[in-house]
């Protein structure tokens, strides 16, 4: 059974750092498009950015320069790492992996207030 389990989220302050780790199973983690989402209260699901099959990766605007994503297909994971945060950058956090197939991850939560 396909799975993917985010991790990481927390309390950050203004101008902080926070990683979050995202591993998959039950299913060739190498071959999918992986991807981060955000969803903020009140407001629709977006796209913070993903990474492709072959390592190229694309970012949303808004997180441009101060977001990484990253992969390690040893692992089944996928990372993003934030920087810089800002308090527009709270939300719950997704990752989504597609193929033929789209799996989502249950969410962690990432809260940036001083």
């Known amino acids: 059974q396909a799975q993917l389990v985010e991790s990481g989220g927390g309390l950050v302050q203004p101008g902080g750092s926070l990683k979050l780790s995202c591993t998959a199973s039950g299913f060739p983690f190498r071959d999918y498009l992986m991807s981060w989402y955000r969803q903020a209260p009140g407001k629709e699901r977006e796209l913070v950015g993903y990474?492709?099959?072959?390592?190229?990766?694309s970012y949303a605007g808004s997180v441009k320069g101060r977001f990484t994503i990253s992969r390690d297909n040893a692992k089944n994971t996928v990372y993003l790492q934030m920087n810089s945060l800002k308090p527009e950058d709270t939300a719950v956090y997704y990752c989504n992996a597609l193929l033929i197939q789209e799996y989502w991850g249950q969410g962690t939560q990432v809260t940036v207030s001083s």
């Open positions: 990474i492709t099959q072959t390592v190229s990766t």
